[in-house]
């Protein structure tokens, strides 16, 4: 068996959104890339919007997905260890895939140090100047009074509703999200602003939907993991550094 020592990072597959045929076909794909890289990561981080939505009852999660959540069982099972950070689509995860394949849930960011660099992870939903409102509802939805009061929806009636809510998205349109330039994208002004208080070699982020590989300064870069619907992209980190990359491309 090959050494593992390969930390990877992905985000926004958005497992659900559009017709069945396409999440299946986009499924399928994230099982292929999971298996390229079962004999050699050490680490897999999934940065949230892993599904377009997910809500755990009780005594119900909602169906579909078994051939990635089997992948992952499989993962877990030979040692890789996998966090899973709550995006905006999916920050209804409790204790269920802990239980199941010891994944580890995040609910913001994360701070992590490997190989004497210092990497600062979330999924970057509510960061950055602007966007009151959705600051606020990010903060109800995540409340335990939200929570328990959809809790109590019948599941046909909670994941139905849900379901077109995430109709509406702008991933369910598949539109390619263009590059605001430096000064106005707001997960690179954040990461810039959390320099001035402590140095991070690396910045990765999802949600932006979008790949992109900045540089902040001399040492510090600033990575966005894109998404499966148009880039399947992804980033390694190796002896060699972190790295962006795409797969079946």
């Known amino acids: 068996m090959s050494l593992r020592t390969k930390i990877y990072f992905a985000s926004d597959f958005h497992l659900g959104t559009a017709d069945y045929g396409e999440s299946r076909k986009r499924e399928d794909r994230i099982v292929r890339w999971l298996d390229s890289i079962k004999n050699d990561a050490k680490e897999l981080y999934l940065v949230g919007d892993v599904f377009d939505f997910w809500f755990e009852y009780k005594y119900v ?132 602003e959390k320099l001035k208080e402590e140095h991070f070699d690396y910045f990765i982020f999802g949600h932006r939907h979008l790949p992109l590989d900045i540089e902040l300064s001399h040492s510090s870069r600033y990575i966005n993991l894109g998404e499966w619907m148009n880039y399947n992209s992804y980033a390694v980190f190796d002896e060699e550094g972190l790295a962006l990359r795409y797969f079946e491309k």
Request: aromatic share 14%.
């Open 61 to 192: 999660v909602p169906k579909g997905h078994v051939r990635f959540l089997g992948k992952l069982a499989e993962l877990s099972d030979l040692g890789v260890q996998i966090t899973m950070f709550k995006g905006n689509h999916d920050m209804w995860m409790f204790g269920y895939l802990t239980q199941e394949m010891n994944v580890k849930i995040v609910s913001d960011e994360l701070v992590i140090e490997r190989d004497e660099k210092k990497f600062y992870i979330h999924h970057g939903d509510g960061l950055g100047p602007g966007d009151n409102k959705y600051k606020f509802l990010k903060k109800f939805f995540r409340s335990g009074l939200c929570q328990w009061l959809f809790g109590w929806l019948h599941p046909n009636l909670g994941i139905g509703i849900a379901g077109a809510w995430s109709g509406h998205s702008r991933i369910a349109g598949a539109k390619l999200e263009t590059f605001q330039t430096e000064q106005h994208e707001w997960l690179v002004i954040y990461s810039k």
